[in-house]
């Protein structure tokens, strides 16, 4: 009895370093930041948060966030939800290849159709920049609308439409994949006001309102010449209530998602046909596509044409100096940025692993711990993660740690795991707990057990969480900005070249980013010979 319960103590340990990854990369960085803004020079003092209270910028700034989020949110709903209904239900013209595309805008960083839209039009406005984060976060209602449509029982549905008529029933399918469009419309409202990046970009090209993150990178970049604690510590009074508001978002969308049944499909949902509007519905997953994702490749490759440059027209000479150039001045970025999105996705998949079976089979609240990463904006964990560990006595034994990959990829890791752990902790709960209770009978050790019983069913959800991971680091610009490592990615320089007009090299780097983002998802049915078939 003693060696069982020595041996299941040590088979618990890929659990603890992934809870003390967490803490040492998550929750300390952010107690840290929340102690700080009440710890003055002489002692406990609110004097920060009383300076906020009568802040009129970042009232302005809130009131901008809100609306950009609702409406970038509300072009999600359209462009994701309705991509998904009309590939999968109503079966538009090319909907086998349509289908999977829906995603395809999520391999796309959005800093690139910001680039995009910025080239052929005016990008100062409130509804091009809520057009561009809605098609970049659309993907994300687009799959969970997806996965609630294919869940329902085509009998359920075919009796609805013989009882009730074809508009009825249409409603009731509705309300019944509501909580996951829901969901993903909530995870795009999260991603759309806490973005930074790309709101700064229009600031460049001449946008003249400002949201609440770029309020608080601003207030980061102006620390340095505060006088006060107040001004010191404006950036994370600034943000901490910001993050309260997101979590209680966060926490709704999981609710709203663990709450969709698992409703046993027998039979899959029938495809109506649109009849005479199936030519002219074509035009909103086209146009969906063709904004997310035709647009900016379009402009780069122009970018690599010479189109940017005015001395000599766009040939095919000048995209070969453009491309000559790219090699010696971005492919070393891109090379590192590819090593790191790896390396990343990786770490995410150890961490994830323990992390998702846990929450799926004896703690449930562990879920809610996994996603706070979500509820974070990107600046503000760079920032915690940059105040903590820049000249911490911990880290001074291991050298200059904080300016190395590894900082970077942990960094990373702690945003992306909620990526991974809530996608592998629902695929759990839907693994027989038969065979696991089964399995602890055989006399093998817990590691032997863990990979046939827990890590092999999980394979084909783990290469999907890994590629996941693997795209968003590969695109990541938000953290990239503060941590020093991951200034030389391949995105922050992208984001610098620009702005320096160099829009030649850069858009051969960002082509092959692009390139990269989307062959590495399609390599299994590359090598298996399979089509891509559905929105997944």
């Avoid at 103590?9 to 659990?15: A, H, I, M, Q």
């Avoid at 080239?119 to 996965?147: M, N």
Wanted: with cysteine; net charge positive; glycine share 8%.
């Amino acid at each position: 009895m003693i060696r069982s319960g020595h041996r299941l103590c040590w088979s618990r340990w890929p659990l603890w370093l992934a809870l003390a990854f967490l803490f040492a990369f998550v929750l300390a960085p952010l107690a840290l930041l929340a102690v700080g803004t009440v710890q003055g020079p002489d002692g406990f003092t609110l004097d920060a948060w009383r300076e906020l209270a009568h802040d009129e910028n970042a009232l302005q700034q809130l009131r901008a966030s809100l609306a950009l989020g609702l409406a970038a949110t509300t072009i999600s709903l359209l462009c994701g939800g309705g991509h998904a209904w009309l590939t999968l239900h109503r079966g538009v013209p090319g909907a086998v290849w349509l289908a999977p595309l829906g995603v395809a805008p999520l391999a796309v960083p959005p800093i690139f159709i910001a680039m995009g839209l910025a080239d052929v039009s005016d990008t100062t406005g409130f509804w091009p920049c809520a057009w561009l984060l809605g098609v970049a976060h659309a993907p994300f209602v687009a799959v969970l609308a997806a996965r609630g449509l294919r869940a329902i029982d085509g009998r359920a549905f075919e009796s609805a439409l013989l009882l009730r008529g074809g508009a009825r029933a249409e409603l009731w399918l509705l309300r019944a994949i509501l909580p996951e469009l829901l969901a993903g419309c909530l995870l795009a409202f999260l991603f759309t006001v806490a973005d930074h990046g790309v709101p700064e970009f229009l600031t460049v090209k001449g946008k003249t309102w400002h949201t609440y993150a770029e309020g608080i990178f601003s207030r980061w970049t102006r620390r340095a010449v505060g006088t006060t604690f107040a001004e010191l510590q404006s950036p994370l009074v600034a943000a901490l209530p910001y993050v309260a508001g997101l979590g209680c978002l966060l926490y709704a969308a999981l609710r709203l998602r663990a709450a969709a049944p698992d409703r046993g499909v027998l039979r899959p949902l029938p495809v109506r046909p649109l009849g005479k509007l199936r030519w002219p519905a074509l035009l909103l997953p086209l146009g969906y596509l063709g904004f997310g994702l035709a647009l900016p490749v379009v402009v780069l490759a122009r970018w690599v044409l010479g189109s940017a440059q005015k001395l000599e027209p766009m040939s095919l000479q000048f995209a070969q100096q453009s491309y000559q150039k790219a090699v010696s001045e971005g492919v070393p970025d891109l090379l590192h940025s590819i090593v790191l999105a790896a390396g990343v996705a990786v770490l995410v998949l150890l961490l994830a692993l323990p992390l998702a079976r846990a929450s799926a089979r004896r703690w449930p609240w562990l879920e809610l711990l996994v996603a706070i990463p979500l509820a974070l904006p990107a600046i503000l964990l760079g920032i915690g993660l940059v105040r903590t560990y820049s000249d911490h006595f911990l880290l001074r034994w291991c050298g200059d740690f904080y300016d190395t990959w590894g900082f970077a990829a942990c960094g990373y890791a702690a945003r992306f795991v909620p990526f991974a752990a809530l996608t592998l902790a629902a695929h759990v709960r839907r693994l027989p707990i038969a065979a696991e209770e089964a399995g602890a009978l055989v006399p093998r050790s817990a590691t032997v057990r863990a990979l046939r019983l827990h890590v092999r069913p999980l394979a084909a959800s783990s290469w999907a969480a890994g590629v996941l991971v693997f795209v968003l680091a590969l695109r990541e610009l938000d953290l990239a900005v503060l941590l020093p490592a991951a200034n030389a990615t391949a995105v922050r320089r992208l984001a610098n070249a620009v702005h320096f007009q160099h829009e030649d090299w850069s858009g051969v780097i960002a082509l092959m980013i692009l390139s990269i983002a989307v062959l590495v998802p399609l390599l299994p049915a590359i090598l298996a010979g399979r089509k891509l078939s559905s929105l997944d």
